[in-house]
């Protein structure tokens, strides 16, 4: 079983659409939790971090469930700018080496 | 700030070639990694380093080694290319903090032939 799964898509939705990916992982004792996002031939960006208590940051929300061990990210009102391949990332505990980033889920947003 | 700069952004290699991947940054941070990531695949850790001096192994780092002898600089050297090593590398860095968020560099894509 892989560390961090994630289903790999790809998503197509329409320009407005909500669209959730989730993200499982397997490590009970990871300590904190991240969605980055990587347009296609570019480099990995931060785009949040999950709390415990789930948060939001415009028209994304992210939750964690802890008990589950499952990390879900909600994009509302799609745009055509959010194409993209996002990537749950696990840290395993403190120190960046035990960082674990899963394989991604591709987002199409269509006009 | 430039960031993570690295460079050459595309090579190509013969089988048994050497060659040496380099990786600055420029935000004075401690922590920085040297990645893989093949198509469909997450990033896979090759080797990492927590300061000048100092590196340490990751998930995949036969046929790899790094170096660290300032803060700024994080060269990643293939000693004998082989066509398992096609990829594209990200080197990325950050500090040493509980949240930990590393900043990529724009990748090297490399083949071997």
């Known amino acids: 079983r892989k560390e961090v799964e994630q289903d790999p898509g790809p998503f197509n939705v329409p320009e407005g659409a909500t669209v959730a990916f989730n993200c499982t992982y397997s490590?009970?004792?990871?300590?904190?939790f991240f969605w980055y996002r990587q347009d296609c031939r570019k480099e990995p960006k931060l785009l949040m971090s999950v709390y415990s208590s789930g948060n939001e940051d415009g028209r994304f929300t992210a939750q964690l469930n802890r008990a589950s061990q499952y990390i879900s990210l909600l994009i509302r009102d799609s745009k055509l700018s959010d194409s993209a391949t996002y990537l749950c990332v696990v840290n395993k505990g403190t120190g960046g080496f035990k960082t674990i980033f899963g394989a991604g889920t591709r987002l199409f947003v269509k006009a | 700030n430039a960031g993570v700069t690295q460079t050459p952004k595309f090579r190509i290699l013969k089988i048994g070639q050497s060659m040496t991947l380099q990786c600055t940054q420029d935000?004075?941070?401690?922590?920085m990694y040297w990645y893989r990531q093949d198509p469909g695949m997450g990033l896979k850790l090759i080797y990492y380093?927590?300061?000048?001096?100092?590196?340490d192994k990751g998930e995949v780092p036969n046929g790899y080694n790094v170096s660290r002898s300032t803060t700024e600089d994080f060269p990643l050297r293939l000693e004998l290319a082989a066509p398992s090593q096609t990829s594209v590398y990200f080197c990325?860095?950050?500090?040493?903090?509980?949240?930990?968020?590393?900043?990529f560099g724009p990748g090297t894509r490399l083949l071997v032939l």
């Open positions: 990325a860095s950050s500090y040493p903090t509980e949240k930990e968020t590393q900043y």
């Open positions: 380093s927590v300061g000048a001096g100092i590196t």
């Open positions: 935000m004075n941070h401690n922590y």
């Open positions: 490590n009970s004792a990871s300590q904190s």
